[in-house]
């Protein structure tokens, strides 16, 4: 709670429409309080939950928009199974500091006859957006309205979608937005898996598969800690280690340059399906793999 500039709301507002987010936001404005807009999907978990306390350590008001977001899911994939707990997540939202809930409709997103699309090339086509087709463009043109919606002085995006993140940093510039993109770090369970509302899709069996995404990425860190360099060779760590996980397929495992996700380079990127589920994962090299931090 925050007392010089007004005692923040337990309960967020949840706000449906862009105009009015638009209105609440140039009410605060005009009072000089800063505002941080944390874009998720919902079911928010302890992920989401370092980026909402960030960003109500950091501003004096912060958004939290609650979106699934139709545009950057692609036939076949989970749009229509993706879990809405609204209510749960608007209190949890709530305790961890943020004063409103930006919960639009699709029909309030995308009205009949919206056609504009925004797209980040170079980095969409790579890594995600070749596994994902039309991924990043969802994820742009989402973002870019969201921003308009807010109209924020910083937005938060986590480490867990790296890609997304350079994509989001990259037009936040090119549009002039004057948004300060701010990414926190991966958010992993004690076991080491990387927090991710999907995972509440994996049973028990695939839970024990799905480990094997980090221990991939602590294979490839802990050989570069001592001195491994020969891309060819780390790159074959992340590539042993998921092949002897019978219940993972991977649809790619590579060192990336974390600027652009070209490789050869120092970002350890992975997307593997476990039965039905497709998880992504990712590990800097060099840095000491994240403590859990869950709870
Ligand atoms: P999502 O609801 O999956 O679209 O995620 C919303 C935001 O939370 C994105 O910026 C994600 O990168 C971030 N996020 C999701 N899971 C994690 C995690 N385990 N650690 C850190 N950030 C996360």
Partial sequence: MRSSTGVKAATPVVVRKASELQSVVAAWRRTGLV???????GALHAGHANLIRAAAAENDRTVVSI?????????????????RPLEADRQLAGVL????????TPGEMYPAGAATRVRVSGLSDVLEGVHRPGHFEGV?????????????????FGQKDAQQAAVVRRLASDLDTGIEIRVCPIVRDADGLALSSRNAYLNTEERQAALSLSRALRSANTAFLAGERDHGELRRLLHDTLRQELFANVDYAELVDPNDFVGPGQLAVLAVRIGRTRLIDNHLLGEPFAAALSG
Avoid: H, I, W
């Fill in 35 to 41: 505002v941080g807009l944390v874009p998720t999907m």
């Fill in 67 to 83: 979106f699934v977001n139709p545009l950057q899911f692609g036939a076949g994939e989970d749009f229509d199974s993706y879990p």
């Fill in 97 to 104: 500091g943020a004063s409103a809930v930006y919960a639009p």
């Fill in 140 to 156: 742009a043109t989402v973002v870019a309205k969201l921003f308009n919606a807010c109209r924020p002085d910083r937005a938060y």
